[in-house]
């Protein structure tokens, strides 16, 4: 192959990369004009508003790669379940106080729901559905963002450890907005309903 070839080369991959960069970007402006984006994202906790989910492509393919590579690596679902419990515990044991149920049998419950989740993350409305949902399942609970944040951040130190370089920045950010955003969906199920149970206990006294 001379230099000129080799030359031509690059430049057809350069132009591919950069075709794939202005995709990802129309995407992420698709996602803006639906408002979806700038309400959610990797840092804050919104607990505001219940909307649908819009993460790109390429974030919604990482964030479930690592998962199916976590799950894989697991020596069962069980096992999975139980690196997770003891990851979120250790972070903040004050927590098993919250549940009462057996930690086997909560082990799976949070390994169940984030794979629920994580399989839905290209199906913006099935998310929104199946979070709510679980929001619901989960009234009895008294979550806050600090109890979020920490849940978010032992699962994804979990995951860097576990999976080493398949865990990309990308990946991370991945499971930050949507950890955040089943955080901040389950507080703002609680609050809407607690006052929707108000209203209806007033309106019939």
């Known amino acids: 192959?001379?230099?000129?070839?080799?030359?031509?080369?690059?430049?057809?991959?350069?132009?591919?990369?950069?075709?794939e960069d202005a995709a990802e970007a129309l995407q992420q402006t698709s996602h803006e004009s639906t408002g979806s984006a700038g309400i959610y994202n990797s840092r804050d906790v919104?607990?505001?508003?219940?909307?649908?989910?819009?993460?790109?492509?390429?974030?919604?393919?990482?964030?479930q790669h690592v998962w199916q590579s976590f799950l894989s690596t697991a020596e069962s679902r069980e096992g999975a379940g139980e690196a997770i419990y003891a990851a979120i515990f250790d972070a903040a044991?004050?927590?098993q106080s919250l549940f009462k149920t057996p930690r086997a049998v909560m082990a799976m419950r949070f390994m169940n729901g984030?794979?629920?989740?994580?399989?839905?993350?290209g199906d913006p409305p099935a998310?929104?559905?199946?979070?709510?949902?679980?929001?619901?399942q989960h009234l009895d609970l008294e979550v806050t963002i600090p109890r979020v944040l920490i849940f978010r951040d032992a699962i994804i130190e979990l995951l860097t450890v576990e999976m080493g370089p398949k865990m990309t920045h990308k990946a991370k950010e991945g499971f930050a907005v949507f950890l955040n955003y089943v955080g901040g969906s389950y507080i703002y199920v609680r609050v809407k309903f607690a006052e929707r149970i108000q209203i209806l206990t007033s309106s019939w006294a």
Do not use: A, H, W, Y
Not at 114 to 121: E, H, V
């Open 46 to 63: 919104n607990d505001q508003v219940l909307e649908e989910l819009r993460l790109s492509d390429s974030q919604v393919e990482e964030v």
């Open 114 to 121: 984030i794979s629920q989740i994580i399989g839905s993350l």
């Open 1 to 19: 192959m001379s230099f000129e070839e080799e030359g031509s080369e690059f430049e057809d991959e350069e132009e591919s990369g950069d075709e």
């Open 93 to 95: 044991p004050s927590f």
């Open 127 to 136: 998310c929104k559905i199946i979070v709510e949902t679980l929001g619901f």
